[in-house]
């Protein structure tokens, strides 16, 4: 069976129907775990105390808040070059979630960053593109509200996400780019030497794995409801003629 084949609403739907279930279900599970596990039988952190506890909340939103855009950016490809409608609901469908993980992100950092670098904004590198990508999701969802033709819509959003994508990308690798940023590295990585230690990196794991079946939850369920939208309006276009 081709991926493809579920372009078409009716499958996607069907198939989101029977799945939905099982990763809202996953994402209960593993946010449960994962955040009593972190925040009430992880010891404080040398240097940082108990606000290192922060993480099982910053981390996930942060790294799903440019994810986020990235499957907005693949979606309004799809859409550009396949004309495939449900593509483009999933990249509108995605946009807020996207939005309030990024505004998640930017108030974690904000509570992080008080303590350990004496002030609650700095104009860091991934800060302030962090800011960006939140005034490009607001941009973004605006943009959708503003025109009334959906294919129109559809063509001008998926302009505005290529165009987004820069400061996603930019987002996810300030710190590498600009050496002199006060925001540290990764706190996830392949190396053992730079992420962090394992009473924290386990149930980071499990938080991280819950924040993504929670955004793809919230993805199928905002996509199942635009297709119904899109539905009913094309109910009342024919009984109005």
């Known amino acids: 069976m081709s991926i493809w084949e579920f ?12 799945v939905l279930p099982w990763i809202t279900g996953l994402a209960i599970a593993c ?45 309004s490809l799809i859409w550009l070059i396949r004309r495939h409608h449900v593509s483009a609901l999933v ?14 992100a930017l108030i974690t950092g904000a509570i992080w960053g008080e303590p350990m670098w004496g002030t609650y904004w700095e104009w860091d ?4 593109s962090f800011l960006v990508l939140f005034v490009f999701y607001l941009g973004y969802m605006a943009l959708w509200e503003a025109i009334d033709e959906p294919d129109k819509a559809a063509d ?13 990308v930019i987002s996810r690798y300030a710190v590498n780019f600009w050496n002199q940023g006060l925001h540290q590295g990764a706190s996830l990585s392949l190396d053992k030497e730079e992420h962090v230690s394992d009473v924290f990196y386990q149930p980071l794991l499990l938080t991280m794995a819950g924040f993504f079946f929670l955004f793809l939850a919230l993805v199928f369920l905002r996509t199942r409801t635009e297709i119904r939208a899109r539905r009913i309006k094309a109910l009342q276009l024919q009984e109005a003629n």
């Open 125 to 128: 590198p991934r800060l302030t």
């Open 156 to 168: 001008l959003t998926s302009v505005l996400a290529m165009v987004g994508t820069v400061f996603a």
């Open 31 to 75: 946010l449960t775990i994962g955040l009593i596990w972190g925040f009430f039988f992880t010891p404080e952190a040398e240097n940082f105390g108990s606000t290192v506890k922060i993480i099982y909340i910053h981390v996930p939103a942060a790294t799903l808040a440019i994810n986020a855009w990235g499957l907005m950016f693949v979606a």
């Open 7 to 18: 372009a078409n609403p009716v499958r996607f739907m069907r198939l989101t129907g029977k």
């Open 91 to 104: 990249a509108r469908a995605a946009a807020p979630v996207g939005m309030t993980l990024t505004l998640i």
